[in-house]
Each structure stands twice: as structure tokens, then as C-alpha cells.
């Protein structure tokens, strides 16, 4: 592999500094893993800025960009695209889960490889990866951050988490058996203490690895299935080495009547009166969030994950972001897995962002710069690099490509399709653009693709193991087992009482 490219002189780019800021025919310097600065002449005479003997890569036509950010997504999925089609969440999650078998550690590896050089190769330089394994184990968890490692990619991994499934009291409302369903049922289910234990080897091991660029977030799979002990020792773990929590909320109505049943109140109200809520906590969906929720996430500081492909997928409802963002609340953007997504495009979870929440008549509109901060700046604070407080998430400028950032950016082609019509940029950025204009990617002063090609994942050798991975598991769930097939009976025949009893 060759040596990574640490100073750097893009001369006669444009350069996206952050939305509203757009620098056009400048030079972007690179100095270490940082830029060093951006404007007409800055590298000097000779480079001199950079240092002598800078690199130099002809910008002209080309468009800097900040590295898009995939604040939600399960890389396992990457083997399981397609699957359940026609389903809601929950039948969908027990047709998913069962299909998609025991996943060994190098299917951990493949799968993170895979999407990794998808997400490189359309701009895309930092990852949120809600990790389900089954069961979760350091093996299965150190084979995943060994792929990120290897990909150069900025990972932050939350190793998904399950101990308590409250959906059974619903059920029981209405008179309904889901035991094959619950997610307490699957064969892999652990107890508490096993769990916080694979979460304080990945802290231990992870976080902070490669520089900084690995990170570990405690990721309890959801408020209806997690008890307060998993919860509250998952929140402990990650404030002692500086992380936060991520953690699913109220993807559906089911979930949102099974909150209400067994704790009397939302579900993050209960996240709330546990002293969950702040700057460090993430919340991947939050479709089904009341009027109430959305000023507490507010002015906690806590960050909102959209993912408007999975929910529209799924036919999950559309979270209100535009709420969210006259609250003031901070909003990431996430594919979410590609078994529900069914891909890892942050370019098409922008378009769906900025068209699915306008209304001509209420005058509401998601605009294309809101857009890209969520892909950007958004995504950055799911992080949680300033620990829990909320200093620190955006400190150092990543997410942007102000000078002294962190150097993750894309250069996209401003001369092909899509963008080469541009009338106004943002837009087309968000509108336009689907990640064909990606030329060459960087992260933390690193190249990793170069004319469209991925430097560090060997994708014909990857994808034809993934190949392999998919199939065998399109083999084994035709028809699906009786046990499977019995647990999507359940899930669908509650989705179905509740639609007709009313949330
Ligand atoms: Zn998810």
C-alpha cells in the first residue's frame, strides 16, 4: 500500500467550506492531517505554505466538499439488501434476523469492507455503524473495527444491544401472543451483565484507536428493549471514556404503544427521567416522538438521526424534522441498514430529506443547506467527540473545510452530469447529485480513492465475497423456517390489531 499523502496542494479548486460559503478558482492546502488553508494563492509561491515538496493535484473543474457523514447504519445488512419487501418493522426485523443467520467474524469483516468502499467511493468519509452481531462478542466486534481500521475510514461503532423486550405488553393489551417475536426470543439474546461486558472491551480496546478516527458508542438497541440496568450501565460506560449513546427511538407505532403501555409515558420521556438527554445521546428515527419530545431533545442537545429511505421503505411514517429544526434540535442524517435502506447512499437520504417534509401550503421546507449540514456538521456531533458535554462536537471543524479541520473531503467533478447544469449549487448538490461526481476522497489528509477507485479495499475481491454471503443466505431462508415464519405471523397480526385499535 503506498505511503498516505500527508501535505497536499489542490490548486485552482472550488472549495465548499461549509454551506453559505463557497470559495471558487482557490487553493486548498493540506498540511498533515489537517487543512492548513484555502484561498487564492495560499499555497504560496512554490507551495511554500504546504511545505516544500508538497504533492500537487490539478483542481480545476473540481469541487471540495466535506466528507459526507452516515450517522446510522448496521453493516451486517450489507448482505441482506432486499429483503422482507412489503413488510412493516417488525415483521420485517424477525424475516431480517432470520434470514440473516449467525454472522462469523468474516462475515463481520466483509460486510464492513463492502459498505465501507461504497460509502468512500461516493464521498461519504465517516460512518456511524449501529453494530448488531449474533451473539455480540469481542470476536465478532474486533473483527468489524479491524475492517474500519483497515478501510481508513472515521468509524464510530455502537455494538447494538438487547436484554428486555416490553412489545409482550401490548400484545397482551390486545390480547395477542408474540413471543415468537420478541426480540428477547431470538437464539442470540444475552443477559446484562454479558452485554456491558463486550461494551467495556470495545471501549477499552476502540475507542480512540487509529489516531482518533475509531470511536465506540454505547448502542442499547431501543427504549422498549432495553432494561434500566442496560441502559444506565451502557450510559455509565461511555461517559467514563468520553463517548455517548445511540440508541434507536420510536421507529413505529408499535413502538410507540408499547412505550406507552409498559412505562406509562413516551419513550423518550422515559430516556429523559433516567438523565439520558444530552449532548452525547443520539437517536436514530424518532418518527414517532410527541409535541412534547421534541423540545426536550432540544434543549437537551440531543441529536436526531433521519432516515428517511429505511422509513419510507418500511412504511415506518416521516419523522418531523421540520419541528425538530425550528426547535432548534440538531438533526444527522443515516441510510440505516441496507436490508431496509438498500443502500449506503447519503446523497439519496439527502434528496428524500429535502423533498419529503415541504408543503407548499403550510409553507414548510427543508432547504439544501439545513440538508447538508445534516450530512455534515449533524452527523459530526453523533460522534460524541466532546464526550457528553457539548463543547468539542464540532470544535476542531470537522464537517467542515475550514482551516485547522480535520482533512475529510471529497472532490467531485463539476463537468459531468448532474452537477455540470448547476443553476445554484446547494441544490444541485442535494437534488442533483448521486455520488457519480466523486473523483478522489480524503480522510484526515489520507487519500483513499483516487479517480474513482477505492486505495485501500480490494472491492472485486470483497464483493465477491459478498456475493457469496448473500446467496448462501438467500439459500437457507427459501422457504424460511417454521420458527421465523411463526415469529413474522405474530408481528404482523399485532401491526394489524393496533392499526385498527388506534394508537
Ligand atoms: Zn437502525
Not at 276 to 285: D, K
Not at 488 to 498: E, T
Request: hydrophobic residues 45%; aromatic residues 2%; negative net charge.
Amino acid at each position: 500500500m503506498d505511503e498516505p499523502v500527508r501535505d497536499l496542494v489542490v490548486r485552482g479548486c472550488d472549495v465548499l467550506v461549509e454551506p453559505g460559503d463557497l470559495r471558487e478558482q482557490v487553493d486548498l492546502v493540506l498540511a498533515g492531517e489537517r487543512v492548513a488553508a484555502v484561498g487564492v494563492g495560499a499555497a504560496g509561491v512554490g507551495g511554500s505554505a504546504a511545505g516544500a515538496g508538497a504533492r500537487e493535484l490539478d483542481g480545476r473543474g473540481l469541487l471540495a466538499i466535506p466528507g459526507l457523514v452516515n450517522a446510522h447504519t448496521h453493516s451486517p445488512e450489507n448482505c441482506l439488501r432486499g429483503v422482507g419487501e412489503g413488510l412493516g418493522l417488525e415483521p420485517w426485523l424477525m424475516t431480517m434476523f432470520g434470514a440473516g443467520g449467525d454472522l462469523d467474524a468474516e462475515a463481520h469483516e466483509v460486510t464492513v469492507l463492502a459498505g465501507a468502499a461504497e460509502m468512500l467511493r461516493n464521498g461519504t468519509t465517516s460512518v456511524i455503524d449501529h453494530l448488531w452481531m449474533t451473539p455480540p462478542s469481542p470476536r465478532a466486534l474486533d473483527a468489524a473495527l479491524r475492517a474500519y481500521a483497515a478501510s481508513g475510514m472515521r468509524a464510530t461503532v455502537a455494538p447494538l444491544m438487547e436484554d428486555r423486550d416490553v412489545t409482550d405488553q401490548l400484545a397482551a393489551q390486545l390480547g395477542l401472543d408474540v413471543s415468537a417475536g420478541l426480540v428477547t426470543a431470538l437464539p442470540e439474546a444475552l443477559g446484562t451483565t454479558e452485554l456491558l461486558a463486550v461494551l467495556r472491551h470495545a471501549f477499552e480496546t476502540w475507542h480512540g484507536a487509529e489516531d482518533g478516527r475509531l470511536r465506540i458508542l454505547a448502542g442499547p438497541g431501543g427504549v422498549q428493549w432495553a432494561s434500566d440496568e442496560l441502559l444506565l450501565g451502557s450510559a455509565e460506560l461511555a461517559a467514563r471514556h468520553g463517548g455517548g449513546v445511540h440508541i434507536h427511538l420510536l421507529e413505529t407505532t408499535v413502538q410507540a404503544a408499547a412505550c406507552r403501555a409498559a412505562f406509562g409515558r413516551s419513550g423518550l420521556q422515559r430516556l429523559a427521567d433516567l438523565g439520558l438527554v444530552g449532548p452525547g445521546l443520539s437517536l436514530p428515527h424518532s418518527v414517532w416522538i410527541e409535541a412534547a419530545d421534541v423540545e426536550t431533545i432540544a434543549a437537551g442537545g440531543a441529536t436526531v438521526v433521519h432516515n428517511p429511505a429505511a422509513n419510507t421503505r418500511l412504511g415506518s411514517g416521516r419523522a418531523p424534522i421540520a419541528a425538530l429544526l425550528r426547535a432548534g434540535a440538531h438533526v444527522a442524517l443515516g441510510t440505516d441498514g441496507s436490508a431496509s435502506s438498500d443502500n449506503q447512499s447519503v446523497w439519496d437520504a439527502m434528496k428524500l430529506a429535502a423533498l419529503i417534509h415541504n408543503d407548499a401550503d403550510a409553507d414548510v421546507w427543508v432547504g439544501s443547506a439545513e440538508v447538508l449540514r445534516m450530512a455534515t456538521t449533524g452527523g459530526v456531533r453523533v460522534m460524541a467527540r466532546g464526550g457528553g458535554g457539548a463543547a468539542g462536537a464540532t470544535a476542531d471543524g470537522l464537517g467542515t473545510l475550514r482551516p485547522g479541520a480535520p482533512a475529510d473531503f471529497a472532490l467531485l467533478d463539476r463537468r459531468v452530469s448532474g452537477l455540470a447544469g448547476a443553476f445554484a449549487l446547494e441544490p444541485s448538490l442535494v437534488l442533483s447529485e448521486d455520488g457519480r461526481a466523486v473523483r478522489h476522497v480524503f480522510v484526515a489528509g489520507r487519500q483513499l480513492v483516487a479517480d474513482g477507485r477505492c486505495l485501500t479495499i480490494d472491492e472485486a475481491d470483497v464483493n465477491g465475497r459478498l456475493r457469496e454471503l448473500a446467496q448462501r443466505r438467500a439459500r437457507d431462508a427459501d422457504p424460511l423456517p417454521a420458527a421465523v415464519a411463526r415469529a413474522v405471523g405474530q408481528m404482523r397480526a399485532l401491526r394489524q390489531a393496533l392499526a385498527e385499535r388506534g394508537p
